[in-house]
């Protein structure tokens, strides 16, 4: 059967047309990240934000209620042990707080002067008890007095020896209850400022009343300690606490200087306390204490920073990143790239840091796995390398 030239050039149009149809409607390949695995040093962090103080601090307070005078002092200013922080002046007591007080007081000297004059009349007959205690017991060694009556001597003079320890007491405590008394008889004049001194050596963090005012007993003052001897703590998941031990090292980042500090885990903390996270959902964390292998002069107290702390660290291990695995059905799963087609293999992996895991089994070095795998992509898909 012999074709026209029209159905040849009809014939060769059409496989044309059907082969552009093709190359149009084949869909194009997907474009994806990918990152070969290799082997490397791989470091399992724990990372928690924190900050730093002071190891020792001390807050002064005021000792009593009264008007503080204007703190001379700046933050950053040194103080000796023992050197003046604050002048307080306590408040004169009013006329009738005055006759409180001295009401109080003269009680109170009556009645230590109760309790000396019992002591001395149980001293009086303690003495003439000791006494004949004492001739009854050799009346009772010769045989002249019953045994009923030594007893009884006896026992009347053990009962005085009891009671003149009580009377003794009594005029101790009458004593304590006279000093309080009359310390609470304040004189209006001059002379009564208390000067607050500081505990320790060290310099003003600082300074939580400035100017001159009125404050009640147990107000802070002034905050004093030494910059140059800091500590970091960060807070971090109980469930992620449990992981961590004293001499772990640790890595001190985001702090504002150049390299990361070098530090180590001192304490954690034996008790948990609740916080509420930026959603609003309750956490029990535990605070790491951190000592810093040598002093940085830029960090102060309350700075803020970043922490590493190093839980494992091993050389030459096979690692493939953490963004290319995801959950399969039976386990742990990547899309290895092979050719122009993303192929999809199970792993075994082991220890997992940050951005790195272990590879256990199912992977071989060098072989290509997909970063980020979407949703769209499936077992044998054309893809391409994004360079």
């Given at each position: ?7 040849r ?13 093709i190359?149009v ?19 399992v962090t724990?990372?928690?934000e ?56 003269r ?52 009962v ?13 405590s ?13 004189k209006?004049?001059?002379?009564n400022?208390?000067?607050?001194l500081?505990?320790d ?19 802070p003052l ?16 109980s ?7 004293p001499?772990m ?10 390299a ?10 034996p ?27 830029r960090?102060g ?76 992509l ?10």
């Open positions: 059967m012999k074709f026209s030239k029209t159905q050039i009809a014939a060769i149009a059409g496989v044309v047309v059907a082969g552009i149809l190359f409607m084949k869909p194009s390949p997907l474009q994806v990240d990918a990152e070969a695995v290799h082997v490397a040093e791989l470091t724990l990372d928690g924190g900050m730093t103080r002071v190891r020792n601090g001390f807050t002064v307070a005021s000792p009593v209620n009264g008007r503080v005078e204007r703190i001379r002092l700046d933050e950053g200013d040194v103080l000796q042990k023992n050197s003046p922080v604050a002048r307080v002046t306590p408040p004169p007591l009013n006329s009738r707080e005055f006759e409180e007080a001295e009401a109080r007081t009680s109170a000297e009556a009645v230590l002067g109760a309790a000396r004059a019992g002591e001395r009349q149980v001293k009086v007959d303690l003495e003439q008890a000791t006494r004949k205690y004492s001739r009854y017991s050799n009346l009772y060694k010769q045989g002249a007095v019953s045994a009923e009556t030594f007893e009884n001597v006896k026992t009347a003079w053990e005085l020896q009891k009671e003149h320890q009580v009377a003794l007491k009594n005029v101790e009458a004593r304590y209850e006279l000093k309080a008394a009359r310390s609470l008889i304040v209006s004049d001059s002379g400022t208390i000067d607050v500081a505990p050596s060290g310099k003003v963090l600082r300074i939580y009343e400035k100017s001159e005012r009125v404050v009640p007993a147990g107000t002034v905050e004093v300690g030494d910059p140059d001897d800091i500590e970091v703590v960060i807070d971090v998941l469930s992620d606490a449990v992981r961590v031990e001499g090292s640790v890595l001190v980042e985001e702090w504002g200087g150049g990361a500090l070098s530090g180590v885990v001192r304490i954690v903390e008790a948990a306390f609740t916080k509420i996270s930026a959603l609003g959902i309750e956490e029990k964390r535990v605070n790491i204490i951190i000592d810093l292998e040598k002093p940085e002069a960090l107290d309350n700075y803020r920073v970043q922490a590493r702390v190093i839980l494992w660290q091993e050389d030459d291990i096979l690692q493939v990143p953490v963004s290319s695995i995801f959950r399969g059905e039976e386990g742990w799963n990547v899309f290895i790239v092979k050719g122009d087609k993303a192929e999809r293999q199970a792993l075994q992996i082991g220890k997992r840091g940050a951005y790195y895991a272990e590879v256990i089994e199912g992977l071989a070095e060098g072989d290509m796995v997909v970063l980020h795998p979407t949703n769209d499936e077992d044998g898909m054309r893809v391409k390398v994004t360079e």
